[in-house]
Every structure is written in structure tokens, then in C-alpha cells.
């Protein structure tokens, strides 16, 4: 099992930044992508941005340029850097990691974090 604990969020005015964290823990073989989802009220969740083990990166078009995500693979940590924050961005932000339990299955699992809140004033 992996456990993912978020942290970051918060109130923001409109312009600014906000750093989000996530840390997973458990027992696991190994981490392969590690991604950030939004969903705001009465929406679907959607995917923001997401990194695998190898540091490639894939943003949604609607943060590209503004939010950057890191990974530390040593201390199974991901990071989303975000600038330029407007009220559209307001969501509850989840870390989702994709992780093999053991060295004996390939089989991939999916994991999800609490969420933390982010809210962007106008």
C-alpha cells in the first residue's frame, strides 16, 4: 500500500504562487509516474501535470508555462510549483502516484491522495 499525504494549499490572491507537496510512504516496490489532479466544484477531475520516474514531464495545456512539477525520487516526493494562479485554478488538488507493490508482479497500482484546497481570489 502507498500512503500519499498533500500539503501547500491554501487562500491566494489572483497572480499568485502556491508550492503543493505530496510524500508517499507504505510498503512498495517502486513509484513509476507520479501526477497531480484538480477537480474543482461540480466538475470532473482532471489531470495537471504528472512526471515519471525518468523526470518526463507532461502539463495540461491550461497550466503550461505557469506551474512547474519536480520529483525527488530518493525521498518519494513531487512537488507542483504554481505562478501566475487565477480563480479558475481554485480546486482541490490530489497527488496520484502509480506504483508496483513488489519486484515479483509488473502490475500497476493506482493510489490517491486526501487532497489539499487551493483557492484563488480575485
Known amino acids: 500500500q502507498v500512503q500519499l499525504v498533500e500539503s501547500g494549499g491554501g487562500l491566494v490572491d489572483t497572480g499568485g504562487s502556491l508550492r503543493l507537496s505530496c510524500a508517499a510512504s507504505g510498503s512498495f516496490f517502486s513509484i513509476n509516474k507520479m501526477s497531480w489532479y484538480r477537480q474543482a466544484p461540480g466538475k470532473q477531475r482532471e489531470l495537471v501535470a504528472a512526471?515519471?520516474?525518468?523526470?518526463?514531464?507532461n502539463y495540461a495545456d491550461f497550466v503550461k508555462g505557469r506551474f512547474t512539477i519536480s520529483r525527488d525520487n530518493a525521498q518519494n516526493t513531487t512537488n507542483l510549483q504554481m505562478h501566475s494562479l487565477s480563480p479558475e485554478d481554485t480546486a482541490v488538488y490530489y497527488c496520484?502516484?502509480?506504483?508496483?507493490?513488489?519486484?515479483?508482479?509488473?502490475?500497476?497500482?493506482?493510489?490517491w491522495g486526501q487532497g489539499t484546497q487551493v483557492t484563488v481570489s480575485s
Open positions: 496520484n502516484a502509480e506504483a508496483r507493490k513488489t519486484v515479483w508482479s509488473p502490475a500497476i497500482f493506482n493510489y
Open positions: 512526471i515519471t520516474s525518468g523526470g518526463i514531464t
